[in-house]
């Protein structure tokens, strides 16, 4: 077994600020996500990485930058946050269809 | 892009009965389709998935189906309990990136005592 750890699990921010989300996973996956989950609604990939430097946009990639520095971990930035956006950041990590998803990050822009 | 729909969006059942919910995709290389239970507050956990060598798979209460030829594929819960009530999302895999899900908009189940 493993985890898939999120950092911070609450992210109340101000309107233009950047904003940076963590994730570790020590399945020792290969791939890593990043989804943006807005209230009552689906996921949607915001950029996934299939190994340690590797990075690839998903359809909700705009606003956003990630980065993966190593196998276990994989952060997510948040170029300039908008005001009153609310939305739950979820990580997921996968070998190889399965994914395991984090716990999220809720994120509040005042 | 390419999209999972998923119907009904809000699903209320009696304990006991069962509940059923569909999904469509549109990409006929999709080859593996995972169901997630999310509860409130907490993150999605996969709960059942199907590859597409299959058209039947069952864990305890919940069954999956697929057909391929129509794209489409549901997943039943019989006998429902008040702790199935949480959301459910559907997922099919995508032909356009390594182990990318395209994840359907998420049917919210309430199972009513």
């Known amino acids: 077994g493993g985890i898939i750890t999120q950092t911070p699990k609450f992210l109340i921010g101000q309107e233009g600020q950047k904003l940076t989300l963590k994730c570790q996973q020590n399945f020792n996956h290969d791939t890593m996500y990043w989804y943006r989950q807005d209230s009552g609604k689906g996921l949607r990939l915001i950029y996934y990485s299939i190994t340690e430097n590797d990075l690839q946009k998903g359809d909700l990639s705009e606003g956003y930058d990630a980065s993966r520095e190593k196998k276990s971990s994989f952060s997510l930035t948040v170029t300039s946050a908008q005001k009153n956006e609310m939305a739950v950041f979820l990580c997921?990590?996968?070998?190889?269809?399965?994914?395991?998803f984090g716990p999220g990050t809720r994120l509040t822009v005042l | 892009g390419e999209q999972v729909e998923q119907l009904p969006s809000i699903l209320r059942v009696q304990e006991g009965s069962s509940a059923s919910i569909n999904c469509s995709y549109e990409d006929s290389a999709s080859n593996y389709f995972p169901w997630y239970k999310q509860e409130p507050g907490e993150n999605p956990k996969l709960i059942i998935d199907?590859?597409?060598?299959?058209e039947r798979k069952q864990i305890q209460e919940l069954i999956v189906l697929l057909d391929k030829k129509a794209k489409r594929f549901s997943l039943h819960i019989t006998d429902t309990q008040p702790g199935d009530s949480a959301m459910y999302f559907c997922a099919a895999s995508s032909s356009s990136g390594s182990w990318q899900l395209i994840f359907g908009s998420g049917t919210q189940l309430t199972v009513m005592p």
């Open positions: 997921a990590s996968s070998i190889r269809e399965e994914q395991y």
């Open positions: 199907i590859r597409s060598n299959m």
